[in-house]
Structure formats: structure tokens, C-alpha cells
């Protein structure tokens, strides 16, 4: 449509982050095999974790003040947690709260 995008704008365009991605869990679960999947996070990750460790939940709004992220960044990095079964997302009452996946 006549639009320049830097590569990674393009990306999110073409193929935004799905945290809900079966066949994305199966490839990291593959692939980190016999590895702790603590050792291969981003320092952005490692924050998000211990933030996370700290409250026992927080919400998307809190993630985001907190880590200094947009909500394409939080978004991202949310969906390879969750690929890599580090995080979930649960719902109470009208407030989507994030926490540990082994909470």
C-alpha cells in the first residue's frame, strides 16, 4: 500500500504474537529438552519473572509501568514466556492477572 516499515514493525504487521500457539509450545518444549528454560531468557524476560516472583501475579498495566515496556514489547515477550511454559495468563474476575505457569 505505498508504506515503509523497518523490519521489525513489518513482522509484527505480517505475524503479530499469538501467546495461545500449540504447535509454538510443542517447538520450545522440543527444544529446550534436558535445559533449564530459566537459563535462555532475555534480561527484558528475566525482569518480567522476577517481577512476577515478587507480587505472585500482577497485571498487564503493572508489567508494563514496572519493566518499562510498550504493550507490543509486553506482548511479545509474554508469548515466548508462555510458549516456553514460564507464564500464564488467568482471568479474575474482569482483570487478566499474569503469573507463574507452575503457580
Not at 505475524?15 to 529446550?32: F, H, Q
Not at 534480561?43 to 507490543?72: F, P, Y
Request: hydrophobic share 35%; aromatic share 8%.
Amino acid at each position: 500500500m505505498g508504506r515503509t516499515y523497518c523490519e521489525d514493525c513489518y513482522m509484527n504487521i505480517l505475524s503479530p504474537p499469538k501467546a495461545c500457539d500449540p504447535w509454538a509450545v510443542y517447538t520450545s518444549r522440543s527444544s529446550l529438552q534436558g535445559q533449564d528454560k530459566f537459563s535462555v531468557l532475555t534480561r527484558v524476560q528475566c525482569r518480567i519473572v522476577a517481577l512476577i516472583k515478587e507480587k505472585g501475579e500482577a497485571s498487564a498495566e503493572e508489567i508494563m509501568h514496572d519493566v518499562h515496556l510498550t504493550e507490543q514489547e509486553f506482548k511479545r515477550e509474554f508469548a515466548a514466556l508462555r510458549h516456553m511454559e514460564v507464564l500464564k495468563a488467568t482471568k479474575k474476575e474482569t482483570q487478566i492477572c499474569y503469573t507463574l505457569f507452575d503457580a
